[in-house]
């Protein structure tokens, strides 16, 4: 069997190891960039989604929001209805840095996909996709306290 996850490790790590060079000039580190952006297209998010979308622990989640938020990248608002919610926001430097954020993520995505056809990039996706929602399955099931059976 081709060792498929080592290689998307592999690339994952040398992309968010480029990343937090690139956005210690920003005072952002060890992926925080990844909490702006979606706080930067998700205003108002809360803390429990966040996580789920990047795929991390609350604690893991809570530790670099608390670092944005102690940095002024983003700041928490009390939900109207429910006051024990709290919205995560992009504050205006947060807003500053996204674009430069953004250009990145665009320059490394044009860097990754050099030489490949439109049609092979949309397949990869799709293919890349369906592993993530077979990953989810267990990323779901561990969250939960559950033991994957091997």
């Known amino acids: 069997m081709k060792e498929i996850l080592r290689e998307i490790g592999m690339i994952a790590r040398a992309l968010d190891s480029i990343s937090n060079i690139e956005f210690i000039e920003h005072n952002l580190t060890k992926g925080q960039y990844?909490?702006?952006?979606?706080?930067?297209e998700n205003p108002g998010i809360i803390q429990e989604k966040l996580a789920e979308m990047i795929k991390v622990d609350r604690t893991t989640a809570s530790r670099a929001?608390?670092?944005?938020?102690?940095?002024?990248?983003?700041?928490?608002?009390?939900?109207?209805?429910n006051k024990k919610i709290k919205k995560?926001?992009?504050?205006?430097?947060?807003?500053?840095?996204?674009?430069?954020?953004?250009k990145e993520n665009d320059h490394s995505n044009k860097v990754a996909l050099t030489g490949f056809s439109e049609?092979?990039?949309?397949?990869?996706?799709?293919?890349?996709?369906?592993?993530?929602?077979?990953?989810?399955?267990?990323?779901?099931?561990?969250?939960?306290?559950k033991k994957r059976d091997y």
């Open 119 to 145: 049609s092979e990039v949309e397949t990869m996706f799709t293919l890349l996709q369906r592993v993530r929602k077979n990953v989810e399955k267990d990323w779901e099931l561990v969250k939960k306290g």
């Open 88 to 102: 995560l926001f992009p504050t205006a430097k947060g807003n500053t840095v996204y674009p430069y954020i953004k």
């Open 65 to 81: 929001i608390k670092k944005l938020e102690t940095n002024g990248f983003i700041e928490k608002k009390d939900d109207r209805q």
């Open 34 to 40: 990844l909490y702006l952006v979606r706080i930067c």
